[in-house]
Each structure stands twice: as structure tokens, then as C-alpha cells.
Nanobody, 123 residues
Framework: VQLQAFGGGLVQAGDSLRLSCAASRRTSSNNGMGWFRQAPGKEREFVAAINWSGGSPVYADSVKGRFTISRDRNNGMVYLQMNSLKPEDTAVYYC?????????????????WGQGTEVTVSS
């Protein structure tokens, strides 16, 4: 089980950034996938999730309308397009694979995690 997130960086408020997650096909092809984030001193929180087929995306209220999750099952990739970034989006972002095929908002439904990629949004 391997997940690798990349694409983070330092941007200014209002900028866009796209995060990518490379997953082994055996891990991800039939699993729901999610993005979570953890800001310094805070709990890891749900950001977005998508089901096995690339449908039923769900988002945290804080990112709805600004972030878009998508996936390419053929290549084992999951993406998080982040637009209109705000300083409060600053965090380490993690991709995760669910144990089921559905898109879940609960950390407990994700047994597989990649290393994080850091996103810093300056004001």
C-alpha cells in the first residue's frame, strides 16, 4: 500500500495550487480516496473525498466552492485543485485511501495514508 502526495508549496492568498497523490493501482482502483489536512497545533481534518469511480465528491464546508477533488483511476492518481487560497488553508495535506469504495468524511474509514505535502498561504 503506497500513497505519495506532492505539489505543495508557498503561495499568496488568492492563488491556486494543485495537489497530486500517486497511489498504487491495487490500493486505489476500487477504493474511495480522500484528502485531509493538519494545521500546526490542530487536529487532522477532512477536506474532500471521492468514491471509487470518481463520483460523489464531498467537501468540508470550509473549502466548498474553492477546492475540487478528482481522480484518474487508470493512472492511480488523485488530485485536489485548490483555488482562492486563504491563509487558513495553511496546513500539511494528506491523501488517504478508504477501506470501502465510497467517499467518506471520517478519518476512521481510511486505513492507508501517504506522507503529507505542506501548503503555506501567505496573506
Amino acid at each position: 500500500v503506497q500513497l505519495q502526495a506532492f505539489g505543495g508549496g508557498l503561495v499568496q492568498a488568492g492563488d491556486s495550487l494543485r495537489l497530486s497523490c500517486a497511489a498504487s493501482r491495487r490500493t486505489s482502483s476500487n477504493n474511495g480516496m480522500g484528502w485531509f489536512r493538519q494545521a500546526p497545533g490542530k487536529e487532522r481534518e477532512f477536506v474532500a473525498a471521492i468514491n471509487w469511480s470518481g463520483g460523489s465528491p464531498v467537501y468540508a464546508d470550509s473549502v466548498k466552492g474553492r477546492f475540487t477533488i478528482s481522480r484518474d483511476r487508470n493512472n492511480g492518481m488523485v488530485y485536489l485543485q485548490m483555488n482562492s487560497l486563504k491563509p487558513e488553508d495553511t496546513a500539511v495535506y494528506y491523501c488517504a485511501a478508504a477501506r470501502s469504495a465510497r467517499a467518506s468524511t471520517s478519518r476512521n474509514d481510511y486505513p492507508y495514508w501517504g506522507q503529507g505535502t505542506e501548503v503555506t498561504v501567505s496573506s
